[in-house]
């Protein structure tokens, strides 16, 4: 089958940073299901594996959003059979859906209905890290009452700040503010239903001030922590929390938060199907829910362009976009 992936790590705009290969088809174990794919769509994710890639001489694939069509269940697998329409993110510890067919596990992964496929492909990790981070980290819940608190969500127009502001929308008494620094990426923000943005490179607790709002009580952390983080400190209500997705560079200051008792949790979407974890089937059943919010009209796919097919050609291309920052909503590729 066709695979696109990479042998060593290389600048995205040398031609051999992603390539082209014929690669056995996948082994389907038990739990398994194996999915012809559809579309996929590319994530930072992507990227820093991309760029931490040993040069050892084996052929990665890469790839965490994947939406497509089962063909084959293992032995063990129940509630999915062949032809069934399913998007997933899948497992950092297996290799990549970026090929015709793809193993994951069935635990993780949605049924996407009549959503399309590429539609559906734009999902899984986004929404997967926002819905963890909000409904489980942060400890709010949809249809429940937030006590009117605010929500910072730093890096707004991305795809998972796309998705969040969605699903934090589905709170009630939360306010919610985004941060993005172009005209652009702030409209999509107010489109997606944040109460207001504030540019993340400006002075963001005197602009939050301004617009009338209070210090935010939780901030969903999701681009560069390393600049962000010593402001967000300051900005941060008493007792409140603050989430990240994203790795730091270099240690940060926990000191700073001390003397507020405020807390730092992590958000990692893959935790679950890395440690196999009790509640790994909680992936698959938040998709599902996904799938009814937007069949319901409460929420939108955050697919923003099908850059074309899945080849090597356009995979470097949305690796490009992805590695200079400014890219808004997710990127997709349709079809081999």
Same mark, same amino acid.
């Given at each position: 089958?066709?695979?696109?992936?990479?042998?060593?790590?290389?600048?995205?705009?040398?031609?051999?940073?992603?390539?082209?290969?014929?690669?056995?088809?996948?082994?389907?174990?038990?739990?398994?299901?194996?999915?012809?794919?559809?579309?996929?769509?590319?994530?930072?994710?992507?990227?820093?594996?991309?760029?931490?890639?040993?040069?050892?001489?084996?052929?990665?694939?890469?790839?965490?959003?994947?939406?497509?069509?089962?063909?084959?269940?293992?032995?063990?697998?129940?509630?999915?059979?062949?032809?069934?329409?399913?998007?997933?993110?899948?497992?950092?510890?297996?290799?990549?859906?970026?090929?015709?067919?793809?193993?994951?596990?069935?635990?993780?992964?949605?049924?996407?209905?009549?959503?399309?496929?590429?539609?559906?492909?734009?999902?899984?990790?986004?929404?997967?890290?926002?819905?963890?981070?909000?409904?489980?980290?942060?400890?709010?819940?949809?249809?429940?009452?937030?006590?009117?608190?605010?929500?910072?969500?730093?890096?707004? /127009?991305? $795809?998972?700040?796309?998705?969040?502001?969605? !699903?934090?929308?589905?709170? &009630? =008494?939360?306010?919610?503010? +985004?941060? %993005?620094?172009?005209?652009?990426?702030?409209?999509?923000?107010?489109?997606?239903?944040?109460?207001?943005?504030?540019?993340?490179?400006?002075?963001?607790?005197?602009?939050?001030? /301004?617009? $009338?709002?209070?210090?935010?009580?939780?901030? !969903?952390?999701?681009?560069? &922590? =390393?600049?962000?983080?010593? +402001?967000? %400190?300051?900005?941060?209500?008493?007792?409140?929390?603050?989430?990240?997705?994203?790795?730091?560079?270099?240690?940060?200051?926990?000191?700073?938060?001390?003397?507020?008792?405020?807390?730092?949790?992590?958000?990692?979407?893959?935790?679950?199907?890395?440690?196999?974890?009790? =509640?790994?089937?909680?992936?698959?059943?938040?998709?599902?829910?996904?799938?009814?919010?937007?069949?319901?009209?409460?929420?939108?796919?955050?697919?923003?362009?099908?850059?074309?097919?899945?080849?090597?050609?356009?995979?470097?291309?949305?690796?490009?976009?992805?590695?200079?920052?400014?890219?808004?909503?997710?990127?997709?590729?349709?079809?081999?």
């Amino acid at each position: 089958m066709k695979a696109i992936g990479t042998i060593r790590a290389l600048p995205i705009d040398d031609s051999n940073a992603l390539i082209e290969r014929d690669i056995a088809m996948p082994v389907v174990d038990a739990t398994d299901l194996l999915v012809r794919v559809e579309a996929i769509a590319v994530n930072p994710a992507d990227y820093r594996v991309r760029q931490r890639k040993a040069n050892d001489g084996v052929f990665a694939v890469l790839g965490w959003d994947i939406a497509g069509e089962v063909v084959e269940t293992g032995v063990s697998v129940t509630g999915f059979a062949p032809g069934d329409k399913v998007f997933y993110a899948g497992d950092l510890n297996r290799a990549g859906g970026n090929s015709e067919f793809h193993a994951v596990d069935a635990r993780i992964v949605g049924h996407r209905l009549r959503l399309s496929a590429s539609a559906a492909a734009a999902l899984p990790l986004t929404s997967l890290t926002a819905w963890e981070a909000l409904f489980e980290r942060l400890g709010l819940a949809p249809g429940a009452s937030a006590d009117g608190r605010t929500l910072l969500i730093v890096g707004g /127009a991305g $795809g998972v700040g796309s998705i969040a502001i969605q !699903l934090a929308r589905l709170v &009630p =008494d939360l306010t919610v503010i +985004a941060t %993005a620094s172009r005209p652009e990426s702030r409209a999509w923000c107010e489109q997606l239903g944040a109460h207001a943005v504030v540019d993340h490179f400006g002075d963001m607790k005197a602009d939050i001030a /301004a617009l $009338g709002f209070a210090d935010p009580d939780l901030v !969903l952390l999701l681009n560069d &922590p =390393d600049r962000h983080y010593p +402001a967000l %400190a300051e900005l941060l209500a008493p007792q409140g929390t603050i989430c990240s997705v994203v790795p730091f560079n270099q240690p940060p200051d926990l000191n700073l938060i001390m003397r507020k008792s405020a807390g730092f949790v992590w958000e990692f979407m893959f935790t679950r199907p890395m440690f196999h974890t009790k =509640d790994m089937a909680k992936q698959g059943e938040i998709l599902n829910r996904i799938v009814a919010l937007i069949d319901d009209g409460q929420i939108v796919s955050t697919q923003k362009e099908i850059l074309g097919p899945i080849d090597a050609a356009t995979l470097r291309t949305a690796h490009a976009q992805l590695e200079q920052g400014h890219t808004i909503g997710k990127l997709v590729l349709a079809g081999f």
